[in-house]
């Protein structure tokens, strides 16, 4: 399995997680032309849309996917922000329970950002095992058992970060980096394989600074999301 990164941050946030025959998109913030184009414009593999919360940079095209007859998950807080059609290929996600997405295995858990209501996503795969899937929270105070794969935000430092006037809202709905730290320190990464840190602050971050601090862990692989990354995701450690 791959994860593909089309894009991380303010500018328009998209993943996809996807093999020779099923994909799963995660947000729906870039540009839906370079989703076709990630997927060689094949849409019939894609078993479903997973987004998070309704902001432009993770939910702008969701109504084209809708056009296209891909099937949506998200939050009922999130559906309802958007009126309109598709409720036939409309999902909710409720946190603690699991959907089924195609061969895809999705539960949700909540997270702190400020809109309707926002989640994250445990994933599971037989081709990759169980994948961590958290950005735009505040915190992530959970403990989750038997994780392969992070994909975990990390925004911003104190240290770094400017005294605009976005700065009280940046404190209450991203992620530090030192509670992506506490996140790290307080779950069990001996079976993960890869972290990727997602939504780096183009003006607040040091992303050089942000990976050496989680390299020691001591996991294989660490990862900045950028546009154009691509991941072999297994089970098994390389």
């Not at 009126?83 to 949700?108: C, D, I, M, P």
């Not at 926002?118 to 950005?135: A, N, Q, R, V, Y």
């Amino acid at each position: 399995m791959k994860l593909q990164v089309l894009g991380s941050g303010s500018k328009g946030n998209c993943y996809i997680l996807s093999n020779e025959k099923e994909a799963l998109i995660i947000e729906a913030g870039i540009n839906i032309s370079e989703v076709k184009k990630a997927l060689s414009f094949d849409f019939k593999k894609v078993s479903g849309l997973l987004i998070t919360h309704e902001h432009g940079d993770h939910a702008k095209y969701m109504n084209l996917y809708l056009n296209y007859g891909i099937d949506i998950y998200a939050s009922s807080g999130t559906h309802n922000t958007f009126a309109g059609y598709g409720w036939n290929k409309r999902h909710v996600l409720r946190t603690g329970e699991v959907q089924e997405v195609g061969n895809f295995k999705v539960n949700s858990f909540a997270t702190e950002h400020d809109c309707a209501e926002p989640i994250g996503f445990i994933i599971e795969h037989s081709d990759f095992g169980k994948l961590l899937f958290c950005t735009d929270s505040k915190t992530l105070p959970y403990k989750f058992k038997g994780l392969n794969h992070i994909l975990i935000e990390a925004n911003y430092s104190f240290d770094l970060i400017s005294k605009s006037a976005q700065r009280d809202r940046v404190f209450q709905n991203h992620m530090e980096i030192n509670s992506t730290i506490d996140f790290l320190e307080n779950n069990n990464l001996m079976n993960v394989n890869n972290i990727v840190l997602l939504h780096l602050s183009d003006s607040n971050s040091d992303a050089i600074g942000f990976k050496e601090k989680v390299e020691m862990f001591g996991v294989s692989n660490v990862f900045i999301a950028e546009k154009g990354l691509d991941i072999e995701l297994s089970i098994d450690a390389f």
